[in-house]
């Protein structure tokens, strides 16, 4: 069993930045990737970024590129997403996870364990 507990969430300005954090506990060597989801009211899960617990190698949505950074810190067992120029449409329920085996990891089916949510709000 893999427990991760997200933090950071908040109200920002639009233009201004925000770094979530996601600590990880229990059986983290099982970990294939960390990733970083978001869910607006209405909408559905969506990815956000993720990175390879072991690797660090790192995947980002189109919406994400160049403004968002995804990044671990292993002797912590914690990712981070720092999100910078953030966007009224950035505003949702920031959600961290963990897939356990190989496979894909673009679509929320893809992972095994949730933390609870952290809310970010992007003000106009």
């Known amino acids: 069993q893999v427990h991760l507990v997200e933090s950071g969430g908040g109200l920002v300005q639009a233009g201004g930045s925000l770094k979530l954090a996601c600590a990880a506990s229990?059986?983290?060597?099982?970990?294939?990737?960390l990733g970083w989801f978001r869910q607006a009211p209405g909408k559905e899960r969506e990815f956000v970024a993720t990175?390879?617990?072991?690797?660090?190698?790192?995947l980002y949505t189109d919406s994400g590129k160049g403004r968002f950074t995804i990044s671990r810190d292993y002797a912590k067992n914690t990712v981070y997403l720092q999100m910078n120029t953030l966007k009224p449409e950035d505003t949702a329920v920031y959600y961290c996870?963990?897939?356990?085996?190989?496979?894909?990891?673009?679509?929320?089916?893809?992972?095994?364990?949730w933390g609870q949510g952290t809310q970010v709000t992007v003000s106009s």
């Open positions: 229990g059986r983290t060597v099982d970990v294939y990737v």
């Open positions: 990175i390879n617990w072991s690797s660090g190698n790192t």
């Open positions: 996870a963990a897939r356990i085996r190989p496979g894909p990891f673009q679509h929320f089916s893809d992972y095994d364990h």
